[in-house]
């Protein structure tokens, strides 16, 4: 079974920057889309942002313009760089990768965002 590692979480200022790391154990590429997602306390998880095998890219409303995915193929390393970061942004941070129906998620990075 596939190993996600996320990394990068931490506390920061509203306004600064983050960026979040995902270790893949495999080929990242074995998976239809890799994605990152969040959960704040209280709160379901919800999605975040996506990047499909093709590359094709997806955001939240919440995250539009403000976060980007990437992924290092080579690396099999999934990112998430989050700038002009809010409060509301603090959750815990999960990645997940899918093969078809199969969801696979890592333990989850904590972000803080304070005021």
């Known amino acids: 079974q596939v190993q996600l590692q996320e990394s990068g979480g931490g506390l920061v200022h509203a306004g600064g920057s983050l960026t979040l790391s995902c270790g893949v154990s495999?080929?990242?590429?074995?998976?239809?889309?890799m994605s990152w997602y969040r959960q704040a306390p209280g709160k379901q998880r919800e999605f975040v942002a996506s990047?499909?095998?093709?590359?094709?890219?997806n955001y939240a409303d919440s995250a539009n313009e403000r976060f980007a995915i990437s992924r290092d193929n080579v690396a099999n390393t999934l990112y998430l760089q989050m700038n002009s970061l809010k409060p509301e942004d603090t959750a815990i941070y999960y990645c997940?990768?899918?093969?078809?129906?199969?969801?696979?998620w890592g333990q989850g990075t904590q972000v803080t965002v304070s005021s």
């Open positions: 495999e080929n990242i590429l074995n998976f239809n889309y």
């Open positions: 990047m499909s095998i093709g590359g094709t890219t």
């Open positions: 997940n990768a899918r093969l078809l129906s199969r969801n696979n």
